[in-house]
């Protein structure tokens, strides 16, 4: 079974362009999530779907991050515009339902550097 | 509140055992998770404990749980240079409709040879 896939694996950019990431679930799994981890942190829940419905993105920075997912499988997340503080690896996940107990299952990662 | 705390760093021998801990606040958390991060990967899940159970095994890892405390332990038997990562700790709490996982910042192992 393919694991969960991401790209890119990493992106230099300068602040205030924008970037964007990709994800592609296990498949058959119903519930994606978007995770930052900031050097040296645990990953922090961004955003939340089931299907293609926003289940929590409570701790979204709405005002430049966006996230969409296609047709309830593939995933975008975008940022615009880049902050410094925005340097971090991008996890997504997948998990079969949105139950409780149900595992996530974690991609590689996009690593962001924001200059 | 929701928060997860785990020590920074561990060193043990290879061959000796290594206990990780963790300790969290929310009561209301139903499972409790491990997880490894070796580096430049993503998060690979180890194993997890419901919260009415005070032990699992599996294999060489076993996890402890007491809920009084909401402390949590993962034991590594005959830990070998392999096992060398950052291990996160996460609580999952319920929300409005769904669950959501509250992770610590993480334990990094060096397993000496």
């Known amino acids: 079974e393919a694991g969960v896939a991401q790209s890119p694996r990493y992106k230099i950019i300068e602040k205030r362009q924008s970037v964007a990431f990709w994800c592609n679930p296990i498949s058959g799994h119903a519930t994606l999530y978007w995770y930052q981890q900031i050097l040296g942190q645990g990953p922090k829940l961004l955003i939340q779907?089931?299907?293609?419905?926003?289940?929590?993105d409570s701790q979204l920075p709405k005002d430049r991050f966006s996230a969409e997912r296609l047709k309830g499988v593939d995933s975008t997340l975008k940022i615009q515009p880049a902050k410094l503080e925005d340097s971090a690896v991008y996890l997504c996940?997948?998990?079969?339902?949105?139950?409780?107990?149900?595992?996530?299952?974690f991609g590689p990662g996009t690593r962001l550097l924001v200059l | 509140g929701e928060d997860v705390e785990q020590s920074l760093f561990l060193s043990v021998r290879e061959g000796d055992s290594s206990v990780i801990n963790c300790t969290y606040t929310d009561s209301s958390s139903t499972y409790l998770y491990w997880y490894k991060q070796e580096p430049g990967a993503g998060l690979q899940l180890l194993t997890y404990i419901f919260s009415n159970m005070d032990m699992k095994q599996d294999q060489r890892l076993t996890v402890l749980l007491n809920k009084k405390d909401k402390h949590l332990s993962l034991r590594i038997a005959d830990t070998q240079t392999g096992d060398s990562a950052i291990y996160f700790c996460a609580e999952s709490i319920p929300m409005d409709s769904s669950y959501k996982l509250i992770f610590g910042s993480g334990t990094r192992l060096l397993v000496r040879p």
């Open positions: 779907f089931q299907n293609n419905g926003v289940v929590d």
């Open positions: 996940a997948s998990s079969p339902r949105d139950g409780q107990g149900e595992p996530q299952y």
